[in-house]
């Protein structure tokens, strides 16, 4: 049983330039959630999405991030015209059922290092 | 909202035992959790315990909760150099999980 699964594990983006970021649930798991690592920080919550519906996207930054988990495929975190201030690591996590309705333990991929040049 | 506060770094001897404390604001929270993270890796989710317990012991980690001092610890007995990395508390309910920012934790042979 594969874990979850991100890719790239490291990217280069140069100021302007659009970044894609993968994560394939493990098997099975249908809840997906994406969090922002800053150096020397613990992990912020950005966005969670079930199957083809965002769920909660309260730590998303409003303009030039967005994400999505189409009923068929990996979930995708896209960063538009990307800033040095969006260097970070971003992991993606996912768990069978959804918080508050159980144990909601979440596994987490091993990480995008996003550089911006 | 939730906010998780942790201490930032924590040295230990080998062989001795490492306490890594953890406290949390929203008393509805119902799992809390313990995972650990080493150098440019991901999460890995070493244990949680929900919020009707007081302690949970698995191998040699011990969890303790007190939920009246919203207060949570990690005690792991005869630390050894592998277990040098930080250690993330996060709480969950009805929101998404909330994570500290994570105790640095040093073992020394």
């Known amino acids: 049983n594969a874990g979850v699964m991100q890719n790239p594990r490291h990217l280069v983006r140069r100021r302007g330039q659009e970044a894609r970021l993968r994560c394939s649930p493990m098997?099975?798991?249908?809840?997906v959630y994406w969090y922002r690592q800053l150096p020397e920080e613990g992990l912020k919550f950005m966005v969670y999405?079930?199957?083809?519906?965002?769920?909660?996207e309260s730590g998303m930054p409003k303009e030039r991030f967005s994400a999505e988990f189409p009923k068929e495929g990996p979930s995708i975190l896209r960063i538009q015209q990307v800033v040095r201030g969006d260097s970070a690591a971003y992991f993606c996590?996912?768990?069978?059922?959804?918080?508050?309705?159980?144990?909601?333990?979440?596994?987490f991929g091993p990480g995008t290092r996003l550089t911006v040049l | 909202g939730e906010d998780v506060e942790q201490s930032l770094f924590l040295s230990v001897r080998e062989g001795d035992s490492s306490v890594i404390n953890c406290t949390y604001t929203?008393?509805?929270?119902?799992?809390l959790y313990w995972y650990k993270q080493e150098p440019g890796a991901g999460l890995q989710l070493l244990t949680y315990?929900?919020?009707?317990?007081d302690m949970k012991q698995d191998q040699r980690l011990t969890v303790l909760l007190n939920k009246k001092d919203k207060h949570l610890s990690l005690r792991i007995a005869d630390t050894q150099t592998g277990d040098s990395a930080i250690y993330f508390c996060?709480?969950?309910?009805?929101?998404?999980?909330?994570f500290g920012k994570g105790t640095r934790l040093s073992v020394i042979a």
């Open positions: 996060a709480v969950s309910g009805n929101t998404p999980l909330v």
């Open positions: 996590a996912s768990s069978p059922i959804g918080p508050g309705t159980g144990t909601d333990t979440q596994y």
């Open positions: 999405l079930q199957k083809e519906n965002i769920i909660d």
């Open positions: 315990i929900f919020s009707n317990m």
């Open positions: 098997k099975g798991h249908s809840h």
């Open positions: 929203d008393s509805s929270s119902t799992y």
